[in-house]
């Protein structure tokens, strides 16, 4: 990377969606001399690394070559079999030997493993290399530059938690929360990263370049998850609830850029800046497998008796889910500016924006046959040995009487299950850059985006997503120079947020089985936001600042999740107006003001304090206040936390070839589910983290860093508070995480 600038005040040339700021990452195109670098990593997790009971399957692993995994794609016997088809061979199988073998081999193609097991956590590790350099084609300057990568990372908690929880009475009446849902929780999760990037750039003369950047990414996922309690919800408290969960997440990245850079001087100064992309991008979800089961404690005069049961009048059954993304997408760019007289300029470009996506998803089910199958407590028989054909009874001639089927697959795919999505931005603008006196700076323009999204269901009884809207984006930015180094800015801009193809799909999928069902809203609309900014900065130093900002946000049709339905749904939905409240404190200063000995020191954080607010709709606080007579009618705005605080703490010294950072941050508990009746909303907790990073030169192009993440290894919670009690939602924890790497470099 050559820079990462960050813009907080929106500007016509910025995308339309620019809601909290804008990142901008520029890719190094000329390095002054050859460039080589290679670097090697090695990483300990105090919660992960070497625990013998990191959750995992036979098969889970990721082999970072190969990445796909041919045992998990829908086996070729299915593959050949229409959708749905013979939704009656399970009954006539038992009298038709042809068809009972066919099912069979049907229910035996897929993998028995159905239930996590326990191994080792290995050490975390990666590798890198990167590669850069100019040299002279025809006279004129070519540069490359280069880089691949590879990481593999493990994550686990054994002590998590999972819980649901509602108000069933009136306040006045009722002094703690009724629990629907309280599991323990084990997660393992196995991660692979590969990525690559490559640039290639070149001076057709001095005023003109052109560039050319590939990249790639390749990332696969492993999860294993197992959670055990009850399920309040559905099952007497006696019940013991278990729920499993194994999957396989597979995605692919492919970007291909071309860009272009032009100076005219014989048009007086124009420059023009083009970019056109083109991205490829896939996720693949194959056999990923749930798994519920109750245990029914019984008392008897003999003692106490555990019986194993499958309930599928209560919960999900056993299943199998394979799930295809595929989407396509091309930008274009071109801007234009043309100088004016006292540093002035004028600036007018546009833009286009294009994506396709294709989602498919084949369910398998498993049709269950307690009579002669009970699950006894072992998934590997009890989806091994007991499904397909496990029993013949023969004549005493030695024909085929009966054959008794056990547990048995079957096709429950659905329309519903597949979408396919379109969306089309088309974008223009003009502004101007104005110095109209010597202290005072004014940018000023209007960007149109026309945004055309439809989402569609294969199934065409569901109503489709569309979104067809036409914006019109003003922006005003005024620059005063108090003195050389302190500025006075003040800005307004309009600016807007789409929801994405998935929060519109008239689609639904789950975490595992007794938890929240997510829903797509095609009713969504998108959000519009006027934005207004004042800000006092002073420039003490070079690479120094002292800031104070405020900032006021309204919104127009935001966005929020909600939980929508006493039967375990959360949908992403709007709600009529928020505004949004703040002021920032900035500050980054060398240390070696106070006292030579600082020299190297320097100290920056910034705190941000928000106030948000929501006007609850209507017809949701009357639901409210049937509960909760004296419940308010606003609320936070989801995600938006009161506070948040960074702090960084670092040191360099040049000569020595050390650096050492610190680095803090905490943010405010924030509303991260809203919902519905008088229950209380859950919200995320606080969360602090503390790292530090340590590196030094030891010379010969050597380099070692070492890094300890996550020290305070906080509870990462999300909780219903009622009456002055927390009731947790979820919590787990991430472990202490260090590193140590070596890297080598040529320049």
């Known amino acids: 990377l050559e820079n990462i600038v960050t813009t907080k005040s929106f500007t016509p ?22 460039q080589f670098t290679l670097s090697s990593s090695l990483g300990y997790n105090a919660q992960v690394t070497g625990r013998d009971n990191f959750l995992t399957y036979p098969g889970a692993e990721i082999d970072f070559l190969t990445f796909n995994k041919p045992g998990l794609a829908v086996p070729a016997l299915w593959q050949a079999r229409p959708e749905n088809a013979d939704p009656l061979i399970g009954v006539l199988a038992r009298n038709d030997p042809a068809l009972a073998a066919e099912l069979n081999q049907l229910a035996k193609s897929f993998s028995p493993v159905m239930a996590p097991v326990a191994d080792t956590a290995p050490v975390d590790r990666g590798l890198s290399a990167s590669i850069g350099s100019q040299f002279q084609l025809f006279g004129r300057p070519l540069g490359f530059h280069g880089g691949v990568s590879y990481d593999e990372n493990y994550s686990f908690y054994d002590d998590g938690a999972y819980g649901e929880f509602k108000l069933t009475g009136p306040v006045a009446e009722k002094d703690e929360l009724d629990a629907q849902v309280t599991l323990s929780d084990q997660r393992g999760v196995e991660e692979v990263l590969l990525g690559g990037l490559g640039t290639l750039s070149y001076k057709l003369t001095p005023t003109h370049i052109l560039s050319g950047t590939y990249m790639y990414n390749r990332s696969a996922e492993s999860l294993a998850q197992f959670q055990v309690g009850s399920l309040q919800r559905d099952l007497p408290s006696s019940s013991i609830f278990e729920t499993r969960v194994l999957g396989y997440t597979e995605r692919l990245l492919q970007s291909l850029q071309f860009s272009g850079e032009h100076f005219f001087e014989g048009l007086g100064g124009l420059r023009a800046e083009w970019t056109t992309s083109f991205t490829h991008t896939t996720q693949e979800e194959p056999d990923l497998r749930f798994f519920a089961n109750q245990i029914n404690v019984i008392e008897r005069s003999t003692g106490i008796d555990s019986v194993y049961a499958i309930r599928t009048s209560n919960y999900t059954p056993p299943s199998r889910y394979f799930r295809d993304l595929e989407e396509d997408a091309w930008d274009a760019r071109l801007d234009l500016t043309l100088p004016l007289a006292q540093s002035s300029t004028v600036k007018v470009g546009g833009a286009v924006g294009t994506r396709e996506r294709l989602f498919d998803e084949r369910l398998f089910v498993y049709e269950l046959n307690p009579a002669d199958a009970r ?42 299950n597949n979408y396919a999505g379109d969306q089309q931005i088309y974008a223009a603008y003009g502004m101007v850059d104005l110095r109209l006196i010597d202290r005072l700076r004014v940018i000023t323009g209007v960007r149109f985006e026309a945004t055309r999204i439809e989402v569609a269901s294969e199934d065409a009884a569901l109503p489709m997503g569309v979104i067809d809207e036409n914006d019109v984006l003003p922006s005003l930015n005024l620059v005063y120079a108090l003195t050389e180094q302190m500025n006075l800015r003040a800005a307004y801009g309009r600016t807007l947020a789409r929801p994405v193809f998935r929060e519109l799909a008239p689609y639904s999928s789950f975490e595992f089985i007794g938890g929240r069902i997510f829903i797509g809203n095609p009713e969504l609309e998108r959000t519009l936001v006027n934005n207004f900014d004042l800000r006092w900065e002073w420039f003490t130093r070079p690479g120094e600042i002292l800031a104070v900002s405020g900032f006021y946000k309204q919104f127009d049709n935001p966005i929020e999740l909600a939980i929508v339905s006493t039967n375990n749904q959360v949908q992403y939905q709007n709600v009529e107006t928020a505004q949004v409240l703040g002021i920032e404190l900035e500050g980054r200063k060398r240390l070696d003001v106070l006292t030579p000995a600082l020299a190297g020191f ?25 509960l909760d007579p004296g419940a308010g009618a606003q609320r936070a705005l989801q995600g938006q936390s009161p506070y948040v605080l960074n702090l960084d703490v670092s040191y360099t010294n040049y000569r020595s070839g050390t650096t050492a950072s610190l680095f803090y941050n905490v943010f405010g508990r924030r509303l991260a589910e809203v919902s519905i009746g008088g229950t209380p909303d859950v919200y995320e907790a606080s969360v602090p983290t503390l790292d530090v990073v340590v590196s030094q030169d030891v010379g010969l ?45 040529i320049d």
């Open 375 to 416: 699950y006894d407590g072992d998934p590997g028989a009890f989806f091994g040995p007991m499904t397909g054909v496990i029993d013949t009874t023969r004549t005493p001639e030695g024909d085929i009487r009966r054959l008794t089927i056990g547990n048995y697959i079957q096709d429950a795919t659905t329309p519903s």
């Open 701 to 745: 192009g050597i380099r070692l860093k070492a890094s300890a993440k996550n020290l305070l290894d906080p509870d990462i919670e999300r909780v219903y508070r009622y009456k002055g009690t927390d009731f947790l939602a979820q919590s787990y924890q991430r472990g202490r995480a260090f590193s140590l790497s070596l890297t080598y470099r």
């Open 602 to 626: 320097e100290v920056g954080g910034n705190l941000s304090l928000v106030q948000s607010q929501v006007d609850i709709p209507e017809e949701e606080l009357e639901e409210v206040r049937v």
């Open 13 to 34: 040339d910025k995308p339309g969606s620019f809601v909290g700021g804008n990142i901008n990452i520029t890719t190094r195109t000329f390095p002054e001399t050859f």
